[in-house]
């Protein structure tokens, strides 16, 4: 993964995606639109834009172009950093916010029909949704990417998620790299709301991903229709 430019952290510090709400002891309480007020933690700096990934060299480096195959919808991208002391971990994140007519119509790569599909009345099923982003994920990523957790659906603080996580690993410069990529989506009413977090996997409980993951997770104050 291209390292996020040094200048990021100075410009992150205070996050662009919104003002900070109200500053706790671990973090800082910060709403995240469409899908609740999340606590950022002391050490993790998030800035709305854009990040070339070696992961998608094939696509000029950008990532939403690669999950185009796959989401052909519009994301919000962020830029992500994690402080552990001296050492940095870099990360990206691609944040899609859709209603389920779109989410099915952008896998079935009839973007068109997502108004017609809406309008017949009949709601996609989230479960079945789910199954074929993980099938299209496995076909349309770049070669050397193995699922190393299957799509699974489960309930947390009344929210039902889906998780998948896809890696692979190269060695650059004589380093090993776990590169990951984890999805976490969930549904309100007729809304999804997906991110996809890109990250050099550590294997610590305090990884960027991990961190991340439990962040948005445990956000407060998320809709429920």
Not at 67 to 89: C, H, M, N, W
Not at 180 to 195: N, P, R
Request: charged residues 25%; hydrophobic residues 45%; negative net charge.
């Amino acid at each position: 993964m291209v390292n996020v430019k040094a200048g990021i952290l100075a410009a992150a510090a205070v996050l662009s995606l919104t003002m900070p709400l109200l500053a706790k002891d671990k973090g800082t309480e910060t709403l995240f639109p469409n899908w609740g007020i999340i606590t950022v933690p002391d050490g993790l700096y998030m800035e709305e834009g854009y990040q070339p990934l070696l992961t998608a060299e094939s696509y000029g480096n950008d990532a939403a172009a690669m999950l185009e195959r796959i989401y052909p919808i519009e994301p919000q991208t962020y830029q992500l950093v994690k402080r552990d002391g001296a050492s940095f971990q870099y990360g990206y994140m691609l944040r899609y916010s859709a209603n389920i007519w779109e989410v099915e119509a952008a896998i079935d790569r009839q973007r068109e029909k997502a108004g017609i599909l809406h309008s017949a009345g009949v709601k996609p099923n989230m479960d079945v949704l789910m199954e074929r982003t993980a099938a299209l994920m496995k076909q349309c990523l770049p070669e050397g990417f193995k699922v190393v957790r299957p799509m699974s659906a489960k309930k947390f603080r009344g929210h039902m998620f889906y998780e998948c996580t896809l890696q692979r690993k190269l060695i650059i410069n004589e380093t090993n790299f776990a590169e990951t990529i984890h999805c976490l989506a969930w549904q309100h009413g007729s809304s999804v709301e997906i991110a996809i977090l890109f990250a050099n996997e550590a294997d610590q409980d305090d990884s960027l991903l991990s961190v991340m993951t439990d962040m948005l997770k445990n956000a407060e104050k998320m809709p429920k229709k």
